[in-house]
């Protein structure tokens, strides 16, 4: 068969071969890997009934249903897997080396869910002072994301690990990375209170992840406490009450008064110990999963991790997501300093050179130079494909001005804390000023506004935010060199008053009609190489050469998007005439003028915003 032709430019055809493309790639991605023009892959989708831009990232549907027309058969690769090749290429794998025989026990690792206001703070708060081991004189405990406490079963002391990061969205987010960090999870849910719609959201995410549950029927201090109401609600959802024939573990506590708070960690450990196996090898190079990341005055960027396998050490070589460096320190939740992290361990990580993302893995290699290696491996694919997504350029001018159609505001948030910038980001997304402006974050992150966040910046409609943090030197100077706006912000309410008048002042320009004159056909005149000329006489106003008109017969509108092309008064061309002349008014090649008509003249003017 023949190669498609569309619109001229043909398609080479595939013969079922076989192409990869990261997901998210453009047709112009997928036109350097086939050898085609972008825009006949477009124009070939286009007629498929999709209209799409050469550069904009295309679904994985739209990809396949290209590829069956074109007979290429497509291969989209999910970032995972990316990543994993990208590894692989180091000789490298993120997972379990090793013989699970001679791996050794781990703690568990808990999140703490529930509904708000049920108690997840106040708990975890009060599970952090239960440790039975007497803290080395540290500084004061701090926040870092999770801490590990050591309790006694039957004799034995126990670690067991808390991840300290509030909300569900932290579970979520490291598990739609591909994340897997909690063992087991902690259902709060307030004696006084019940099952809420949280406590349900919760509990379908354990369920997904196929997670234990152990329930913690908080409050139990409070009047009007019914714990055994609880228990009953929650078989409704399949947790149903060892004590009712069921197997999952509930524990009555108080986080006020501190009842039950050793009966809720025994419970832990006895569901690890039955339902689950957790060992590491301790042995291997040492990985795991950020849990927190932030940019401390003092010391740069500073990231919370969980070993997950392997044993951390100082001087490790570490790449985390798209950061790298070597660990400068280890330090626990007490700021005391650790030689060393074993699996199931929090530790904060002193070293890196810029600050990774809540659930990007981290890999400890043999060279410093291979961990920069992968990492800038990563921050090329972040930006190309941020880079994809962005670039407006079209080929198809009508495709141009579609796109034109929607404007929108496109930004990069820095902050100094993933909180804040998430926080920012949700508050600026619900600003709405018109269905035909939209406002996208192209980019976020922790750490200082830097020469790449500027580059990347460089196009149309881009602003830079800094919360709390400011451009770095070489960033600064390409930003005033090339005119990016770049702000600074410490209060987010001002962030959001500020955004939300510049996408006020990308708003189009509304127009109004103002009527000019009107003009009542007296005589048609014929014109030869003219075409039909009305003889009229202004009936009010002004009729004005090359002001917009329509005409109007009958009271009805037979003509409208007219143009008083020539106007004369006797032989002499005019440019205007005034109520109650005569005059001569050329339509340009409209011809269907009659006696009678009314020939109405106006012109749009802007309308000022309120
Ligand atoms: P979260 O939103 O789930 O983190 O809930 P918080 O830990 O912030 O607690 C919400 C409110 O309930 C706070 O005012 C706590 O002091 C209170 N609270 C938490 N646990 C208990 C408890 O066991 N007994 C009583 N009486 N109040 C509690």
């Known amino acids: 068969m023949a190669a498609p032709s569309m619109g001229g430019v043909s398609l080479p055809r595939g013969n079922g071969q076989t192409v990869r493309l990261p997901r998210g790639a453009s047709l112009t991605d997928l036109a350097e890997k086939i050898g085609a023009q972008p825009a006949a892959l477009v124009t070939a989708l286009f007629h498929l009934g999709e209209m799409v831009t050469a550069t904009q990232s295309v679904n994985d549907e739209t990809l396949q249903l290209l590829g069956a027309e074109i007979d290429w058969d497509i291969q989209v690769v999910s970032p995972e897997d990316e990543d994993r090749e990208l590894l692989e290429t180091f000789d490298l794998t993120f997972g379990d080396e090793g013989d699970e025989e001679d791996w050794e026990a781990r703690p568990p690792v808990v999140t703490v869910m529930g509904h708000v206001d049920h108690g997840k703070t106040k708990l975890l708060d009060a599970l952090r002072h239960t440790n039975v081991v007497s803290r080395e004189a540290g500084g004061i405990t701090q926040h870092i994301g999770a801490y590990q406490i050591v309790t006694e079963l039957e004799h034995n002391e126990r670690p067991i690990t808390f991840i300290d990061t509030p909300g569900h969205e932290s579970f979520t987010a490291m598990r739609a990375r591909g994340a897997k960090v909690t063992d087991i999870v902690v259902l709060v849910v307030a004696a006084d209170d019940g099952v809420m719609p949280q406590t349900v959201e919760a509990l379908n995410h354990a369920q997904a992840a196929d997670v234990p549950i152990v329930v913690a029927v908080n409050k139990i201090d409070k009047e009007g406490a019914n714990p055994a109401k609880i228990r009953q609600q929650l078989t409704e959802y399949g947790l149903v009450a060892e004590e009712y024939g069921g197997d999952t573990m509930f524990v009555d506590v108080s986080a006020t008064t501190r009842q039950g708070l050793d009966e809720l960690l025994t419970a832990i450990l006895l569901t690890a110990d039955a339902s689950l196996d957790l060992r590491a090898n301790t042995e291997q190079d040492p990985q795991g999963v950020v849990i927190e990341g932030k940019l401390d005055k003092g010391r740069g960027p500073v990231a919370t991790v969980l070993v997950q396998r392997g ?300």
Request: charged share 30%.
């Open 311 to 610: 044993t951390l050490r100082q001087g490790d070589s570490i790449v985390a997501g798209d950061a790298y460096g070597r660990v400068r320190s280890l330090l626990d939740e007490h700021g005391n300093k650790l030689k060393e992290a074993l699996p199931a361990r929090p530790v904060q990580v002193v070293g890196l050179t810029s600050v990774p993302r809540a659930g990007d893995t981290f890999l400890v290699v043999e060279e410093d130079r291979v961990a920069r290696q992968i990492a800038d491996r990563r921050q090329a694919r972040i930006r190309n494909a941020q880079n994809a997504s962005m670039r407006k350029r079209i080929s198809l001018e009508d495709l141009d001005a579609a796109l034109k159609e929607n404007r929108q505001l496109n930004l990069i948030i820095k902050g100094d804390n993933s909180g804040t910038v998430e926080a920012l980001e949700e508050a600026l997304m619900k600003i709405e000023v018109s269905d035909d402006i939209s406002l996208r974050v192209i980019h976020r992150g922790v750490g200082g506004i830097t020469k790449s966040d500027i580059d990347l910046a460089l196009a149309d409609d881009v602003i830079v935010l800094g919360f709390n943090v400011r451009a770095e030197g070489q960033a600064t100077e390409l930003a005033n060199r090339e005119g990016v706006d770049v702000r600074y912000y410490s209060v987010i309410y001002q962030a959001i008053e500020e955004i939300e008048a510049a996408l006020k002042g990308m708003l189009k320009p509304e127009y109004e009609e103002v009527a000019l004159g009107s003009a009542e056909v007296r005589e048609v005149f014929r014109v030869p190489r003219i075409g039909n000329v009305a003889g009229s006489i202004v009936r009010s106003g002004t009729i004005t050469r090359n002001s917009k008109a329509r005409l109007v017969r009958d009271g009805v509108v037979v003509a409208d998007n007219l143009t008083v092309e020539s106007l004369r008064r006797f032989k002499d061309d005019v440019t205007e005439v005034r109520e109650g002349y005569e005059c001569g008014i050329g339509l340009g090649s409209f011809n269907d003028i009659k006696v009678e008509d009314v020939i109405e003249t106006f012109e749009m003017r802007e309308k000022p915003r309120a």
